[in-house]
Nanobody, 117 residues
């Protein structure tokens, strides 16, 4: 079993910043990729950022230039630095990890980010 735990969410004003963390633990040989997704009420889950084990990143169009994802391979942890936050960024943010040897994709329970004035 693999567990992912997100932290760092909260309430922030428009234009503010938050830093999210996602820690993976359990039976992990390697993590092929770790990613951030988000889901707002009434909307489908969408890609925020993905980091491969080679260190390359892929960002959703809505967050490019504002968010930065990073990864600490030794700690099986990834981070999401969110800057210039907008009302539209309000969502539950989920971490995922594609893990070997199971070959499964695991999801955390999410952390709420609310952007409000």
């Amino acid at each position: 079993q693999v567990q992912l735990v997100e932290s760092g969410g909260g309430l922030v004003q428009p234009g503010g910043s938050l830093r999210l963390s996602c820690a993976a633990s359990g039976s992990i040989f390697s993590i092929v990729a770790m990613g951030w997704y988000r889901q707002a009420p009434g909307k489908e889950r969408e890609l925020v950022a993905v980091i491969t084990n080679g260190g390359s990143t892929n960002y959703g169009d809505s967050v490019k230039g504002r968010f930065a994802a990073s990864r600490d391979n030794a700690k099986n942890t990834m981070y999401l630095q969110m800057n210039s936050l907008k009302f539209e960024d309000t969502a539950v943010y989920y971490c995922n990890a594609d893990v070997t040897p199971s070959g499964r994709r695991y999801w955390g329970q999410g952390t709420q980010v609310t952007v409000s004035s």
